[in-house]
């Protein structure tokens, strides 16, 4: 099974998606991302409504909130400071969820990947 990347920039409260993840998940038009607390999981799902998927020229989907950076970081009681994080996750094929499990976090340098 291929192994894709969540990104996070917890400065500018953002979630990046490369291209593809999206291609992976059936190119939704629409995606709903949540957190599982039991295993404190992201998840990303295509839906038929919620956050329009729009690509950068980069290749790249943003989800940009604060509010459920917080809640990430309460969640994950804190282990999330400042900086940027790579998540590597499974997309299941049955169901087309993306699934990034925070133990597998692991904390970025000054430069992005």
């Known amino acids: ?17 490369g291209k593809t993840v999206l291609e992976a998940m059936g190119n939704p038009e629409f995606v709903q991302l949540w957190i599982r607390p039991s295993d404190l999981a992201i998840m990303v799902q295509g839906v038929s409504y919620g956050l329009r998927v729009v690509v950068t020229a980069s ?11 917080m809640k990430l970081r309460y969640a994950s009681n804190n282990a999330i400071k400042d900086g940027s994080y790579r998540i ?26």
């Open 1 to 17: 099974m291929a192994v894709y990347n969540l990104r996070i920039d917890v400065r500018y409260n953002r979630f990046c998606l």
């Open 59 to 69: 290749g790249e989907f943003y989800i940009c909130s604060k509010k459920l950076m």
């Open 88 to 113: 590597p996750g499974e997309i299941s094929k049955d169901s087309g969820v993306a699934v990034f499990p925070m133990s597998q976090m692991v904390r970025l340098g000054n430069k992005a990947e």
